[in-house]
């Protein structure tokens, strides 16, 4: 799923920060919602803010489990450690992770200078499986850029996989 800068001029003002109910005692002032905030803020207050949202999701236990092996953060760890047992790719289940999911890709649009007047994209990978998909598309759609630019048929592409692959495969053939 693919999640698009919000326009913040479009939103109504209560709609642009967070009020969060338990973590707020610790905040001096709302928390921008598609934002980075101006100054930093302690770990545990980082952590009950992200996690009381995350409770709106759905129960996790019924979905397929993965998880992240990167070095973080001690409160980043402890969030992923009561999470990582989430699906990411079903949004329905879990809405709130999409949401996170919009805001990341809006704070990475501004911290990287997208332009304000510009839409920004982007989405989540959980894995090899995704990142390969994301990567085979990329790949279908240069291929086909350059074929039309030489007046050449585009239906049929040389992309091979392994067997291993049978699941990406489909995607980024169909």
Known sequence: MLAKKVRLHDLPDEEQVLTPTYGQRLLRK???R?????????PQTAYNVIRDELMLDGNARLNLAT???TWM???ARL?????FDKNMIDKDEYPQT??????CVNMLARLWNSPVHEEAVGCSTIGSS???MLGGMALKWKW???RLCRAFLTTRSGLGFSRAACEVDQHVRA
């Open 67 to 69: 998880f992240v092996t």
């Open 130 to 132: 995704e990142a390969a």
């Open 98 to 103: 999409a949401e996170l999911e919009l805001r």
């Open 79 to 83: 969030l992923m450690a009561e999470t």
């Open 144 to 146: 086909g850029q350059r």
């Open 34 to 42: 598609y934002d980075l905030p101006e100054g930093e803020m302690p």
């Open 30 to 32: 709302s928390l921008p």
């Open 73 to 75: 953060e001690p409160a």
